[in-house]
């Protein structure tokens, strides 16, 4: 069976601490595999031996980085949240349930949150420690942590989540102005206290209900410093708490491990072997030839192969694979560059509707803001469009690019990811980025019939494997 081959218009040019309080949350929780590299590198089905079971899954996007700060796609974060944890975690359902911490209390204006720790947690083993065994867990690394997110050698997808924290806002901006850090006067974040080795706590300037779900996004996940680099790039060693932890790292193929001395109760599969950063055909092929179980979040071209418009299987795949839309969508944005002076592109773009572009069911809807009014008639011109090797995203961009040439405007992908002047869209985000069009991109799981219980919910990085089965096939 051959994948359908999607036609891109563009590829030739070629994503706490005073007050009263009310404890609204009080959860106690009392109560390493590595890889054979000998083993064979293509089996027709999951291994199941011994009760030693290894899932081999494909991810769409390449898996460049293992830092949280730095996670850009959501294969990035899904990969984040199996190997650290943070203060809190989102359950199958979405619902916020304790992880690092064990309790927490809320004062009674909502501002003040306190957290205590679960006693006995360490992080992975790791020759990075002196001993190489983890150390402990504390309220120092929770603090250094925040402390990094407002550092200038990270993005701000994180400052940007937990800029509501009292004095976070005025860290960021010496951090990122002052550039000799002798000369900056602000030395830690006002609203994040430790009382004991066991409490830390966090103080708001406004109320956020949604601030526990944020602790539980693995932008806000706990790692030690001694996984830090000295020249402050990436966190290359992942050395977390989660319930995997890296056994092996390859060129499009990462190898996760489960953690026995996980600190929660999991029943998850052994290994987890993904495949990551290939061509959506060559990951699809992989997949039917037997080599991977499931596909994690396939790329829309994958999806109109294997199912109708609806999204349900199609027919001729039903004895081979099967496909679950989960719970969660990914937002797709078309970013607009006002710096470009294409307004009246952007005015046109703004001002269409499904009549300009929409997909079938399967492949979720397109948004637009529809603020403007509508333009008849287009000056001819070049629109440049920002570089991405996203199989998604380049999907959105060329058929928003095969409209648009029929309309007598020149589409051109620019070589960069950068959004420079002559730029006028862009599917990643950047300063002053104005969005012109969202898809919701439903978020599937293509798996083997004999694959079945892997879940995300909620999120499209909170996945889980708790019920994950898998039978032997005759």
Not at 277 to 283: N, Q, R, T, Y
Not at 332 to 337: K, Q
Request: glycine letters at 6%; hydrophobic letters at 35%; aromatic letters at 10%.
């Amino acid at each position: 069976m051959k994948l359908k081959v999607t036609i891109f218009l563009c590829s030739a040019f070629l994503f706490l601490y005073c007050g009263k309080s009310t404890e609204v949350t009080i959860v106690d929780d009392s109560g390493s595999i590595l890889p054979d590299e000998n083993a064979p590198s293509q089996t027709t089905t999951a291994e199941v031996e011994d009760d030693f079971t290894i899932l081999k899954l494909g991810e769409a996007s390449e898996i460049k980085t293992l830092d949280p700060l730095f996670a850009n796609t959501s294969g990035e974060l899904r990969v984040n949240s199996l190997i650290y944890d943070g203060l809190t975690q989102l359950s199958e359902g979405g619902m916020v349930e304790p992880a690092l911490a064990k309790k927490w209390t809320i004062s009674r204006d909502s501002l003040r949150y306190t957290f205590t720790l679960k006693e006995g947690v360490f992080y992975h083993n790791n020759i990075r420690f002196t001993s190489g065994i983890g150390k402990q867990v504390s309220t120092a690394d929770i603090v250094m942590n925040f402390e990094r997110m407002a550092s200038i050698s990270v993005p701000d997808n994180a400052a940007d989540l937990f800029s509501n924290i009292k004095g976070f806002n005025q860290f960021h901006t010496e951090q990122t102005y002052i550039k000799i850090p002798s000369d900056r006067t602000i030395k830690s974040i006002e609203g994040i206290s430790v009382p004991n080795d066991s409490t830390v706590g966090f103080i708001l300037q406004k109320k956020d209900p949604n601030f526990l779900k944020k602790l539980a996004h693995p932008y806000a996940s706990v790692y030690p410093k001694e996984s830090l680099q000295a020249d402050k790039s990436p966190i290359y060693e992942a050395i977390g708490t989660g319930g995997y932890y890296v056994a092996q790292r390859k060129k499009n193929l990462l190898i996760l491990a489960s953690n026995d001395d996980y600190h929660l109760e999991q029943a998850v599969p052994n290994r987890l072997d993904i495949a990551h950063g290939l061509k959506e055909s060559d990951l699809y092929q992989q997949f039917a030839r037997g080599e991977l179980d499931v596909l994690i979040e396939p790329g829309p071209g994958t999806v109109v192969q294997v199912t109708d418009t609806s999204g349900n299987i199609d027919p001729i795949f039903s004895s081979e694979f099967s496909i679950k839309k989960s719970d969660a969508t990914n937002n797709i944005h078309f970013y607009y560059n006002n710096a470009s002076q294409k307004s009246q592109l952007f005015n046109y773009l703004t001002s269409q509707g499904q009549s300009f572009l929409s997909f079938d069911g399967a492949l979720g809807s397109i948004q637009f803001p529809g603020k403007s009014q509508q333009i008849d008639t287009l000056i001819k011109t070049t629109a440049y469009i920002a570089f991405s090797e996203n199989s998604t995203k380049v999907y959105l961009i060329d058929k928003i690019a095969e409209k648009l040439s029929s309309a007598g405007i020149n589409v051109v992908m620019n070589s960069s990811y950068a959004v420079t002047d002559d730029v006028a869209f862009s599917t990643n985000n950047f300063p002053s980025a104005t969005p012109t069009i969202t898809w919701k991109y439903p978020v599937y799981i293509l798996s083997k019939t004999n694959v079945s219980g892997i879940k995300i919910s909620s999120q499209p990085w909170n996945i889980s494997f708790e019920n994950t089965k898998i039978s032997t096939v005759q």
